[in-house]
């Protein structure tokens, strides 16, 4: 089960658990948030819509600001250069669940990946010319 929101002007294809960071969003203290922009869902069988009534929820994790980029401008045989520096604000949210048409699929309905099982090693010549 997934759905395909709009957060601020970037769109992000959530699932239940998932963390994403989005830009730096207005939020309450109650540290929910609750997102009506839904604009696909699918419930990981082929089915593809886009509802009228879908809503995600997200759990506020935190504020924090991203990495640094440079901004260098210059103008040759000027003696002109400015180095500017920005770092965006971002909001980390933690999808919580997913309400379409009065059902909710939340971390506990989605199924359980199993662990790929371990490669066997390759033995090499050293260790076959040691036994």
């Known amino acids: 089960m997934y759905a395909v929101i709009r957060a601020g002007s970037k769109q992000f294809r959530v699932s239940p658990g998932d963390v994403i960071k989005v830009d730096s969003a207005p939020h309450s203290e109650s540290g929910k948030l609750e997102i ?3 604009l696909a869902v699918s419930n990981g ?4 819509g886009s509802p009228e009534n879908a809503t ?4 506020i994790l935190g504020d924090g600001r991203g990495d640094k980029i440079l901004v260098f401008h ?3 045989k000027k ?5 500017q520096g920005h770092r965006q604000g971002f909001t980390a949210l933690k999808i919580t669940e997913i309400n379409v048409d009065g059902e909710k699929f939340t971390i506990d309905d989605m199924p359980k990946k ?3 099982p371990a490669k066997a090693r390759r033995s090499t010549k050293k260790a076959a010319a040691a036994e």
């Open 45 to 48: 069988q082929g089915k593809f």
């Open 74 to 76: 210059y103008k040759r």
């Open 56 to 59: 995600v929820t997200a759990e």
């Open 114 to 116: 199993e662990a790929a």
């Open 79 to 83: 003696q002109y250069k400015k180095l």
């Open 36 to 38: 009506a922009d839904v």
